[in-house]
């Protein structure tokens, strides 16, 4: 009788097996050769303690180097993914993203904000969500007005977006020439080289308590999308349920925007993908969303850093990708179910 | 199951009120027509019903006030049956029923094993089998307002108000639909449906409530309260009035004149 629960489930298990597939395909990549042998050697001896553990420099650059990178892809992309699953279904509107919705360059300007005013990296996060809260409330207050609701909040996101670049660039002027600017320009362009473990736990912490709520209300998720009327004759609390999936949402944007900078798009095109495979049903489209978004954020991070000798910040890449998407959406709209 | 409406009255501030202390009293196995011109307060009474506005006055289920209710037990005893219309996304029917059961799971709960059996059942009342994993949008109106039905089902409630159901049906699926609401009415079902046709009302219902200008203007039988007066004054339309005899009993029909 549920049949369809056990296709979602294959569906995120091979998923999962695909995420961790691609994390172990993914430490050979770079300037310092790694075998795959390598990995299981150091992995077999430090966690089962088998065998004998590879030369001393290996375990540096899989410890230091490449499982830093890998994990942070990981969260960012997953985080990213899910809060714009999030935000579509809160939204009723498939257009909806961190970045359509301005909730991105909010958290950019918070962190540029708190990087100038040489806040800790907790305060980045905490100025990063603050201001990423402040740019869903307005989302919020106009996208409920006009007549092209869907419309309506994508022009909203897009001025909100404007008026935070502008915000950011200010800042910009203000910043120490020598030290500041070239942190907060390299950090807005998107990339995930600077990973290291400071990073990953600062991206880490936000990043599972934002998560562990939109996956324990994801049901409640689903009943948002048909309506605040219908929702509250079901007996369900639409305005609670939303300020809670928006904060956890917002709060994943922050975490991923202030460890690696401003990587677009990544949030409007995974929910789509994944939706493909596991149908609009929110108990599996969002972790399906979670687990496709790390496996598609590791993917494009070792595109980022292989393909050419130097390195391209990430959020291009992901720019390449997302706005023709986008542009699709917005040519096939009715049919973006 | 009793429903009691006393002196109902409501209005939105610094505007014209809607609701005018409408009275009425209901109980199962009742099917309800609630007639009236647009604009007349029949969405405006439901969603008072419905604890969505809250008006003067007083509703009195099974001697509880609808009012002391939690949202959730309310929903547990009234529910809503709004005209189809698909969601943001495209779910399965089988998705759609399950959102029925909201009302009886916890904030982090997810529908299980005892709401998969009642799903079941349901879909099985309802005949909704073969349609139980299509997508919801690719459905016909007239299956569409069946899941919603079913959705209904689903809240255990035994109140249903209904928002003009067959309004976007062709003619055999509103036949069709009538007369399901007729079984469920027997069944124990106190059902309230907004309609914009006379001709239904009389042809299926047990009683109509004629609401005028936000006031009650008629509350009976059919026969009895559509003459071709209160068409009149519903509609500001002359109609001739026939009583047709058929199968035993008669059947009024309305000519526009």
Not at chain 1, 1 to 30: Q, R
Request: charged share 15%; glycine share 10%.
């Amino acid at each position: 009788m549920m049949k369809k629960t056990k296709k979602a489930a294959w569906v995120l298990l091979i998923l999962l097996l695909l995420l961790i597939g691609c994390i172990l395909l993914s430490f050979p990549l770079g300037r310092y050769p790694v075998s795959i042998g390598d990995i299981f050697r150091q992995f077999g001896h430090d966690l089962l303690g088998l065998g004998e553990s590879p030369a001393d420099s290996i375990g540096r650059v899989i410890y230091n180097i490449r499982l830093p990178r890998i994990l942070l892809a990981v969260i960012v992309g997953a985080g990213l993914s899910a809060a714009g699953c999030a935000y579509q279904c809160v939204f009723q509107n498939p257009m909806a993203s961190p970045d359509v919705l301005g909730a991105s360059s909010g958290a950019a300007f918070g962190a540029a904000l708190a990087i100038l005013m040489g806040l800790s990296t907790g305060g980045v996060t905490l100025s990063a969500f603050v201001m990423s809260l402040f740019s869903m409330l307005i989302a919020c207050l106009v996208g409920a007005t006009g007549k092209d609701r869907i419309m309506t909040l994508v022009l909203a996101g897009m001025m909100i977006s404007s008026l935070f670049s502008a915000g950011t660039s200010c800042l910009k002027l203000a910043a120490d020439p020598e030290s500041q600017l070239p942190e907060i320009t390299y950090w807005l362009m998107g990339s995930l080289s600077g990973a290291d473990w400071r990073s990953v736990m600062t991206a880490l912490i936000p990043t599972v308590i934002g998560m562990a709520v939109l996956l324990l209300l994801r049901w409640r998720l689903q009943l948002l999308t048909i309506g605040d009327e219908e929702a509250r004759a079901l007996g369900v609390h639409p305005g609670r349920t939303r300020i809670a999936v928006i904060l956890a949402a917002t709060l994943l944007t922050a975490a991923a925007i202030s460890s690696s900078g401003t990587i677009g798009w990544v949030g409007l095109v995974i929910p789509h993908m994944t939706r493909k495979l596991t149908g609009s049903e929110t108990r599996f489209l969002l972790p399906g969303t979670a687990l496709m978004g790390g496996i598609f954020l590791l993917v494009v991070d070792n595109v980022s850093r292989t393909l050419l000798p130097v390195e391209l910040p990430i959020g291009i890449l992901t720019a390449f990708i997302g706005a023709p998407f986008f542009l699709w959406m917005i040519v096939k709209r009715g049919g973006a179910r | 199951m009793k429903l009691v409406v006393d002196r109902l009255s409501f209005g939105y501030p610094h505007g014209e009120q809607l609701l005018k202390e409408v009275s009425f009293s209901a109980q199962s196995g009742e099917l309800i027509s609630l007639l009236g011109p647009n604009g007349t307060g029949k969405t405006t009474l439901f969603r008072c019903i419905l604890g969505q506005l809250r008006a003067a006055g007083k509703i009195v289920l099974d001697g509880e006030p609808l009012y002391s209710l939690t949202p959730k037990a309310l929903a547990a005893k009234v529910a809503y049956i709004p005209q189809s219309h698909s969601p943001a996304f495209s779910y399965p029917v089988e998705e759609m029923i399950l959102m029925g059961a909201a009302a009886g799971l916890k904030w982090f709960q997810h529908p299980g094993k005892a709401e998969y059996a009642r799903l079941d059942k349901v879909v099985e009342n309802l005949g909704l089998q073969p349609l139980r994993h299509r997508a919801f949008d690719t459905l016909s109106g007239g299956e569409q307002q069946l899941v919603m039905m079913a959705r209904a089902m689903m809240t255990d409630a035994r109140v249903w108000l209904l928002d003009e159901p067959a309004a976007n049906l062709d003619y055999g699926n509103q036949t069709r639909l009538m007369v399901l609401l007729q079984q469920l009415a027997e069944k124990g079902y106190l059902l309230i449906q907004s309609t914009h046709s006379p001709q239904q009302a009389a042809l299926y219902s047990s009683r109509v409530l004629a609401l005028a200008d936000g006031k009650l203007a008629g509350d009976g039988a059919p026969s009895e309260v559509l003459d071709a007066d209160m068409i009149q004054t519903l509609y500001g339309l002359r109609v001739k009035i026939c009583d047709i005899p058929s199968g035993g009993r008669s059947v009024r029909v309305f000519l526009p004149d």
